[in-house]
């Protein structure tokens, strides 16, 4: 019980405070949980490392390696194989974390966290009557002609 009261508390002054810096919309009041939120970012780092990004890395360097010690690939006379191995890992590394960006969304979406990326736009379709009145008078202000 007192847990719960002590995370009310909490809440009651998180909105407080977005309530202050004009970041509160009171339509969209939906509070996600912080912890859930920054569980799932860890969990999604990790296994997007583990299951993904390492065994493409690894897979990619031992291919490279393959393709150097058969002559598809040459070696650098001076560093040898190592830059190319290095790239390889890094690609692949690279390759195999972005890859699992699609698993992260859902489970971000699993919470009520909305979808993220260029092709997900998210916009508020709610206008209050404060922004509403600093548009028009934006509006008003740009609107008038100048004086030179």
């Not at 990790?46 to 490279?64: A, H, K, V």
């Not at 191995?85 to 992260?104: D, E, K, Q």
């Not at 859902?106 to 209050?128: D, M, N, Y």
Request: hydrophobic fraction near 30%; aromatic fraction near 8%; charge should be positive.
């Amino acid at each position: 019980m007192s847990s719960e009261t002590a995370q009310s508390k909490v809440q009651a002054s998180s909105q407080q405070q977005n309530k202050q810096s004009g970041l509160h919309c009171p339509i969209s009041d939906a509070h996600i949980n912080r912890k859930e939120v920054e569980r799932i970012s860890r969990e999604c780092r990790n296994e997007s490392f583990w299951y993904r990004g390492l065994p493409l890395s690894l897979g990619s360097m031992l291919i490279t390696q393959g393709l150097i010690y058969n002559g598809f690939l040459s070696s650098n006379p001076r560093f040898g194989s190592l830059p190319k191995i290095a790239f390889a890992g890094a690609f692949g590394l690279a390759i195999g974390t972005m890859s699992y960006i699609r698993v992260c969304q859902r489970k971000f979406q699993s919470i009520g966290v909305q979808p993220f990326g260029p092709e997900h736009k998210r916009h508020c379709h709610h206008t209050c009557k404060e922004c509403e009145a600093n548009f028009v008078s934006i509006g008003k202000e740009n609107s008038k002609p100048s004086a030179s």
